[in-house]
Each structure stands twice: as structure tokens, then as C-alpha cells.
């Protein structure tokens, strides 16, 4: 148990790798910075080279992958929000790497609340500016009126709860597949925890990748209509 209990102070840390200028870089960051690297150059090989004429094979694949990407975030996200698909299916790449850097023995970014936060802030900010933009600061202040004047509050107080929301549901769930794996290994520490450390390193890192982009793309609809 005390070993449970060190491996899960451990996953709460975030360690600093290095100081630049009195400024310190966390783990965190430097993961963060390893796949943005990674999405950077997969994206540049994909798009390097492109023709009308004469499309290669790695040409039909990216255009696949970015048909299928906008498929599922305009479907998401309704007629009217579809111009933010880009956003939405980057951050949805973003948090499939993220979620899935663990398997190479790297701490997934998204067990610091700090990153979680981040992209959650970074979406209300999204959803708040579409309302804007869809609806003119004067539709956009008014909707906090609808259905009727005595919600406004509520209306405003959820601005804030929204991205507290996304935030940690995101981190506590990936933090919980940390604890439930550790569990099951306490409990049966032979062949069940190969299986189980599948789904929740590759499956379940997908469904909370998924489901960020889900709440967002549903707030983002929510708010252009």
C-alpha cells in the first residue's frame, strides 16, 4: 500500500526538467512541446509535395484523415459552428498523443491539472467569442436572459463552471485509470492487468479525448444558434 501511495504522490507531482532565466520548465511542458513536435512533422510530411494531377498515396492518406477529421467536428459542432472544426480536431489530435504518450514510458501532460486547465480556459474562451460572433455582443449579452430574466445568474455562473468542468473531468479520469490499474495489480498482480492497462492506456485515452470535444463542440452549437 505505502508503494500505491508513492506511485500516485509520484503522478500528482509535476517535476521540473529545467530552469531557463529563473523561469522553471515542467514535465508537463517539455511532453507538451515533444507532441506538438511530433504533430508538427506528421503534418509536414503529410502536406509535403501535394499536386492536383498527380496525388501520392501519403497525399490520399492526409486527405482522408483531414476528410474524416471534419466529418466528425462539423457534426459535431452543427451548420453554423463548422468553422471552428480546425480548432476542434487539432485539440482532439492533441489529446489522443497526449493520452497515448504513456505507452513509450512518458508522463501523459494531462495528469497536471495545470494542462488540463489550460485547454479548458482556451475552449470557454472559444464557445464565449463564437456566441459573439454569432449573435453581436448585444444577442450574446442577452442570452444570458433566455429563457427567462431570473436565470441570469445561473447563466453567468455558468461561464465559469463549464471549464471547471472540462478540466477535471479530463484530469480525474486519467488519473483514475492510474489508480484503478494500480489496484488491480495490488489485487492480481499476473496476466488481468495486461489486459485492463490496454483499454486504459489506448481506449480510454481516446474516449477522454473524444469527450472534450464532444462537451466543447456541444457548448460551441449551443452558443451559434
Known sequence: M??????LVSQLNVETVFTIFHFKIFESVVVTWIIMLIMVLIAAWLGHGLSVQHPSRRQAAAEVIVTK?????EGMLGAKGKQY?????????FLGFANLIGIIGLKPPTKDIN???GLAI????LIEAAGVHARGVKGW???????IAIVTPINI???FIRPLSLCMRLFGNVLGAFVIMEMIKLVCPAIIPAIFSLYF?????LIQAYVFVFLTSLYIADATE
Open 201 to 205: 492506456d489506448i481506449f480510454d485515452g
Open 122 to 125: 482556451m475552449s470557454i474562451v
Open 141 to 147: 449579452l442577452k442570452s444570458f436572459a433566455q429563457p
Open 115 to 117: 494542462v488540463t486547465a
Open 157 to 159: 455562473l455558468e461561464v
Open 2 to 7: 505505502e508503494e500505491f501511495v508513492q506511485d
Open 69 to 73: 477529421l471534419d466529418a466528425l467536428t
Open 85 to 93: 472544426s480546425g480548432y476542434i480536431a487539432t485539440v482532439l489530435l
